[in-house]
T-cell receptor, first 114, second 111 residues
Framework: IAGITQAPTSQILAAGRRMTLRCTQDMRHNAMYWYRQDLGLGLRLIHYSNTAGTTGKGEVPDGYSVSRANTDDFPLTLASAVPSQTSVYFC?????????????FGPGTRLLVL | RKEVEQDPGPFNVPEGATVAFNCTYSNSASQSFFWYRQDCRKEPKLLMSVYSSGNEDGRFTAQLNRASQYISLLIRDSKLSDSATYLCVVNSENAGNMLTFGGGTRLMVKP
C-alpha cells in the first residue's frame, strides 16, 4: 500500500514559471488537503477538498489553485511562482471530514523559487 | 496571536528522562485535539489523539485542560528514537473542521 505519493520530491523553479505539484492517494479517502510548512510558522492549509468535484480555500490560498477531478488525485498549481512560495509542500488525506479524522501525509515536495 | 502556540525548544534531555510539552489554543470552540510527530525532513504522523479525560499510550500521556485551553504531552523514559518535532494540532468545528497546527516543539534525546 503506497498511501500518499507526491511528485516531484524537490524542484528548483524560476520566478514567473508555472508549476504543478502532484498528489495521489490509494486509500479511497474522500478528503484531501494541501499544506505548506515554513520555519517558525508550522503547517498552513492552502486548499482542501472534502470530496471529488469540490474544493475550498484554506488559510493561505493566494497564488495557488487546485482541482479534484477524481477521488485519488489532487494537484496543486502555482500559476506564476514567486520567491515567497519557497517552502515544503505536504499533501494529506483523510477518510472523512469529521472532527476526529486522522490525516495521513505524503512525503512532501521541497520547492525553491529563485 | 497564533491560534495554536508551542514552545519551539529544542528540549535537550538525556535518555531515560521524563519530558513534558505544553500547547495553548485560542479558539474556545475547539473540539478535537491531537499530537503529531514529525521526524527531520519527513512528513507529520499522528502520535495520539487527546481526550477530555486524558489518555495514555505506553510511555506517552496526553492531557487536555479545556478551562485553561491547553494540551500537554508527557514522555516517560525517553529513548533516542523519540528525537523529533512534536506538533500540537487542534480541530475546530467553527473553522470548517479544519486542523490548525502549532509550530512544533523539537525534542533531542541524548545518550
Amino acid at each position: 500500500i503506497a498511501g500518499i505519493t507526491q511528485a516531484p520530491t524537490s524542484q528548483i523553479l524560476a520566478a514567473g514559471r508555472r508549476m504543478t505539484l502532484r498528489c495521489t492517494q490509494d486509500m479511497r479517502h474522500n478528503a484531501m488537503y494541501w499544506y505548506r510548512q515554513d520555519l517558525g510558522l508550522g503547517l498552513r492549509l492552502i486548499h482542501y477538498s472534502n470530496t471529488a468535484g469540490t474544493t475550498g480555500k484554506g488559510e493561505v490560498p493566494d497564488g495557488y489553485s487546485v482541482s479534484r477531478a477524481n477521488t485519488d488525485d489532487f494537484p496543486l498549481t502555482l500559476a506564476s511562482a514567486v520567491p515567497s512560495q519557497t517552502s515544503v509542500y505536504f499533501c494529506a488525506s483523510s477518510a472523512g471530514t469529521g472532527g476526529r479524522e486522522t490525516q495521513y501525509f505524503g512525503p512532501g515536495t521541497r520547492l525553491l523559487v529563485l | 496571536r497564533k491560534e495554536v502556540e508551542q514552545d519551539p525548544g529544542p528540549f535537550n534531555v538525556p535518555e531515560g528522562a521524563t519530558v513534558a510539552f505544553n500547547c495553548t489554543y485560542s479558539n474556545s470552540a475547539s473540539q478535537s485535539f491531537f499530537w503529531y510527530r514529525q521526524d527531520c525532513r519527513k512528513e507529520p504522523k499522528l502520535l495520539m489523539s487527546v481526550y477530555s479525560s486524558g489518555n495514555e499510550d505506553g510511555r506517552f500521556t496526553a492531557q487536555l485542560n479545556r478551562a485553561s485551553q491547553y494540551i500537554s504531552l508527557l514522555i516517560r523514559d525517553s529513548k533516542l528514537s523519540d528525537s523529533a518535532t512534536y506538533l500540537c494540532v487542534v480541530n475546530s468545528e467553527n473553522a470548517g473542521n479544519m486542523l490548525t497546527f502549532g509550530g512544533g516543539t523539537r525534542l533531542m534525546v541524548k545518550p
